[in-house]
């Protein structure tokens, strides 16, 4: 069945520092894919998305990159700030599940 | 503002209480969502409705029920029979029920539930 892999965390980093979350996934036919995030004590909020292969989803300075080749949809951000700690959920949709399958989340923390 | 409420944030239950989630929402949304998610799990479908008096099962809907009575309304009955009811609960809805719009989710706050 359709699955996604997040790295281990939690992942503490210091302000401005290069940030890459990894995210894998297992999919049958063509899913597309999504990064959400969740700021404590919130709801989930969709940060990007991308439908089809070299797709590059971007938003608040976060950039993600659909690569079919090595079944990826890594999150990237060049210079993390303090109000980017959150929780960061990678998930794919297909047509044949109809619904979204998350991953299992990381957690971000950034230090001034 | 046009969103999805959910309450009460917070709610303590015996165990063998039933206990039921509100959640409504006015962004005129075709579909809606129960997830829960517990710690290093990430979030798991419980029930999801696509139109009013219709819903499906999720991947754990064991010991919950719902209801889709309104458009804008899809409350979630925890019952006695969820053995490990203790969590974070979150409604969701789409505006699309076909395509890559199901993927673009708008979320609640959530409400936690503790099993006293």
């Known amino acids: 069945g359709d699955s996604v892999t997040q790295m281990e965390g939690p992942v503490t980093l210091s302000e401005e520092a290069f940030l890459t979350i990894n995210c894998t996934y297992t999919?049958?036919?063509?899913?597309?894919l999504f990064w959400y995030v969740q700021y404590p004590g919130e709801g989930l909020q969709l940060l990007l998305k991308a439908t089809k292969a070299d797709d590059k989803g971007s938003n608040k300075g976060f950039e993600a990159t659909y690569r079919k080749e090595t079944t990826s949809f890594h999150l990237e951000k060049g210079s993390v700030q303090v109000s980017d700690s959150a929780v960061y959920f990678c998930a794919l949709l297909t047509g044949a599940n109809s619904k979204l399958t998350f991953g299992k989340g990381i957690t971000l923390s950034v230090r001034p | 503002d046009g969103g999805i409420t959910q309450s009460p944030k917070y709610l303590f239950r015996k165990e063998g209480q039933n206990v039921t989630l509100s959640c409504e929402q006015n962004l005129n949304h075709d579909a809606m969502y129960w997830y829960r998610q517990d710690p290093g799990q990430g979030l798991r479908l419980i029930y999801y409705s696509q139109i009013v008096n219709d819903f499906q099962k999720g991947d754990i809907a064991e010991g919950y029920s719902v209801s889709r009575e309104k458009k804008e309304s899809f409350p979630l009955t925890v019952t006695s029979a969820q053995k490990n009811p203790t969590a974070f609960y979150l409604c969701a809805s789409s505006i699309g029920t076909s395509g890559v719009l199901l993927g673009e989710l708008f979320f609640g706050e959530g409400s936690r539930l503790t099993v006293l």
């Open positions: 999919a049958t036919g063509y899913p597309s």
